[in-house]
């Protein structure tokens, strides 16, 4: 069974950065497009960035520029970098991976970015 595991959430003031770590099993890792999503108070969920099997990547315009991400295969890990964190940024922030049509989500971690 797939698993997606999210970590490295939590409370930064504006400007600062957090790394989001997504941990994998149950798939074969290397063979799959993975990708980030949030979810802020009273939205939907909204398209952050994905990577590709190659490790070409595509990015919502609101994070260009300040979020990167990158995936392991050694480690079966993607990662979210976010810096010059914003307000606007504060949400849960899930890993995601579509396999054969199905759409396999974690269970997401808490951004808050406040001062």
């Known amino acids: 069974q797939v698993q997606l595991v999210e970590s490295g959430g939590g409370l930064v003031q504006p400007g600062g950065s957090l790394r989001l770590s997504c941990a994998t099993s149950?798939?074969?890792?290397?063979?799959?497009?993975m990708g980030w999503y949030r979810q802020a108070p009273g939205k939907g969920r909204e398209f952050v960035a994905r990577?590709?099997?190659?490790?070409?990547?595509k990015y919502a315009d609101s994070v260009k520029g300040r979020f990167t991400i990158s995936r392991d295969n050694a480690k079966n890990t993607v990662l979210l970098q976010m810096n010059s964190l914003k307000p606007e940024d504060t949400a849960v922030y899930y890993c995601?991976?579509?396999?054969?049509?199905?759409?396999?989500w974690g269970q997401g971690t808490q951004v808050t970015v406040s001062s």
């Open positions: 149950g798939m074969l890792f290397s063979f799959y497009t």
């Open positions: 995601n991976t579509n396999i054969s049509l199905v759409d396999y």
């Open positions: 990577i590709g099997r190659v490790g070409n990547t």
